[in-house]
């Protein structure tokens, strides 16, 4: 990636260029409604990881994938009759709305953090509009800044904070709304408010859990079904060892030791772990700096007693 942020006007060469970029691989920020976006392809690992990269996020939470249209969310959620109605009456906008996960919809299980959900919204920002028309692709997009730094309305709130840390900075001008967008879930044939925003829906129960399910909530374990042991230097002959590095075992996070790849297998081989016939899980240490402290922290979760 290159080392200093371009910044270009929202034009069909910005958007061009950004595509690019996201077609290689890397985040690019860009304008939605609300507030800026640092916007994935939400179908690739390992840019969803330089997302956290990049933000320096501390936990790997949900984020918001982005599609054009209602059409292209039901390809990868599961729309009840309540869901549809809030899309139709809210989309395209600032509504996000939490449904079951599609199998097979193709989106990195970093995106939805290892949970059986996953967020999604119709953006109404013309450059966010045409950069998922340009790409074809889902993209995931929290906002644009570093973690725990005030959202970012404006091209210079992004540069401020992401300077030298992503390639492209999409300028479509101030943002219209300026606070990210309310979040539904729409399951079990319920409507719960997660996270408030610029809209308010009708009948929304406020949600009332422990669990984490959509961006901005408190932080709580993704946690497989077995014991989880961490920073294992081998495997006991009942534990099924995750590896990174040159601390080898049955599957390997990264040989190469690349936080980036780690973090884009995670969930994914915490998964394999879960299925496999031995009864307890290790993990092999992981250096608890940039990606690695994000890794280490969702492991730690993972490794909490449950009550």
């Known amino acids: 990636m290159p080392e200093a942020t371009r910044i270009l006007t929202f034009s069909d060469e910005a958007i061009d260029a950004a595509a690019r970029l996201i077609g290689e691989g890397f985040p690019v ?28 996020r501390p936990s790997f939470n949900p984020l918001i994938v982005h599609v054009p249209d209602l059409t292209a969310a039901e390809r990868i959620g599961e729309f009840s009759n309540e869901a549809r109605a809030l899309a139709d009456q809210y989309w395209p906008g600032p509504l996000t709305l939490v449904v079951p996960l ?12 290892g949970l059986s959900t996953i967020a999604l919204r119709v953006p109404a920002h013309p450059a966010m509009q045409a950069l998922l028309r340009r790409t074809g692709r889902p993209l995931a997009a929290p906002s644009a800044n570093a973690s725990g730094r005030i959202s970012p309305t404006r091209a210079e709130h992004v540069l401020k904070s992401l300077e030298g ?11 219209e709304r300026g606070l990210e967008s309310t979040i539904v879930a729409a399951t079990d044939g319920q409507i719960r408010l997660l996270r408030r925003g610029p809209v308010s829906v009708a009948g929304a129960i406020e949600a009332v859990t422990a669990e984490i399910e959509a961006p901005g909530q408190l932080a709580s ?3 497989p079904s077995k014991p989880l042991r961490l920073n294992a230097a081998e495997a006991t002959q009942d534990e099924f060892m995750i590896g990174f590095g040159k601390a080898g075992g049955d599957v390997n996070l990264s040989a190469n030791g690349d936080p980036v790849e780690a973090a884009a297998r995670l969930f994914e081989l915490l998964h394999v772990a879960d299925g496999s016939a031995k009864p307890r899980i290790a993990v092999a240490p992981i250096p608890d700096e940039g990606l690695g402290a994000a890794i280490n922290d969702r492991l730690r979760r993972a490794a909490a007693p449950r009550g």
């Open 29 to 56: 920020a860009i304008a939605t409604e609300t507030v800026y976006g640092l916007a994935a392809d939400a179908t690739n690992a390992e840019a969803v990881a330089r997302i956290y990269e990049a933000k320096g």
């Open 221 to 223: 374990h993704y946690a």
């Open 102 to 113: 599609r199998a097979n919809a193709g989106i990195s299980s970093l995106v939805t953090a």
């Open 165 to 175: 840390r992503i390639p492209l900075i999409v300028d479509a001008g101030p943002t």
